[in-house]
T-cell receptor
Framework: ETGVTQSPTHLIKTRGQQVTLRCSSQ?????VSWYQQALGQGPQFIFQ???????GRGNFPPRFSGLQFPNYSSELNVNALELDDSALYLC????????????FGPGTRLTVT | AQTVTQSQPEMSVQEAETVTLSCTYD???????LFWYKQPPSRQMILVIR??????QNATENRFSVNFQKAAKSFSLKISDSQLGDAAMYFC????????????FGKGTMLLVSP
């Protein structure tokens, strides 16, 4: 069984640029959630995708967008990067059935300068 | 909106001793799940233990157990026989048993384990 993987591991971008982060779900999982974890904080929910459609969204602006592909892998896109976007971005996959256990990837560390 | 509060930024314990991490939450839901996750320096969030709100019996996983007080909205984690490998950031998390399965996390408690 393959776990959740994310790429890249680390990324440095300049304010105003755009970034794409990638996530491969655990085998068989059809739901992907993205979280932002600022330094010293707990993860905050960005959005969730199920069957290639956004299925819920946290308190993040529209410049945070995503995609889910037929193989259930997913992308998180952030436009017009701001310094406050510097964080660890976590992807979690799950099945859409009880107990909806979420399995996390190792995250992508994004630094915006 | 649901909130999760962890009031202990850092806790210390010696090997083989027992430590308890605290968590309180606020919700108007009656059915929900509570979790404790461990995040070591490798950053990967690992599920430690899960509690269903409808179950009165406290969950136990080997050396890890919880004290779930639904009326008080309290959910503490007890780690027995602490090991060096238990050192990590611990997050308490909540998920309602409705809608999409998103998690609301607390700010975390850093657990230090000394020999």
């Amino acid at each position: 069984e393959t776990g959740v993987t994310q790429s890249p591991t680390h990324l440095i971008k300049t304010r105003g640029q755009q970034v794409t982060l990638r996530c491969s779900s655990q085998s068989g999982h059809n739901t992907v959630s993205w979280y932002q974890q600022a330094l010293g904080q707990g993860p905050q929910f960005i959005f969730q995708y199920y069957r290639e459609e956004e299925n819920g969204r946290g308190n993040f602006p529209p410049r945070f967008s995503g995609l889910q592909f037929p193989n259930y892998s997913s992308e998180l896109n952030v436009n017009a990067l701001e310094l406050d976007d510097s964080a660890l971005y976590l992807c979690a996959s799950s099945l859409r059935q009880l107990p909806y256990e979420q399995y996390f990837g190792p995250g992508t560390r994004l630094t915006v300068t | 909106a649901q909130t999760v509060t962890q009031s202990q930024p850092e806790m210390s314990v010696q090997e083989a001793e027992t430590v308890t991490l605290s968590c309180t939450y606020d919700t108007s839901e009656s059915d929900y799940y509570l979790f404790w996750y461990k995040q070591p320096p490798s950053r990967q969030m690992i599920l430690v233990i899960r509690q269903e709100a409808y179950k009165q019996q406290n969950a136990t996983e080997n050396r890890f157990s919880v004290n779930f007080q639904k009326a008080a909205k309290s959910f503490s984690l007890k780690i027995s026989d602490s090991q060096l490998g238990d050192a990590a950031m611990y997050f308490c998390a909540y998920r309602p048993d409705s809608g999409y399965s998103t998690l609301t996390f607390g700010k975390g408690t850093m657990l230090l384990v000394s020999p």
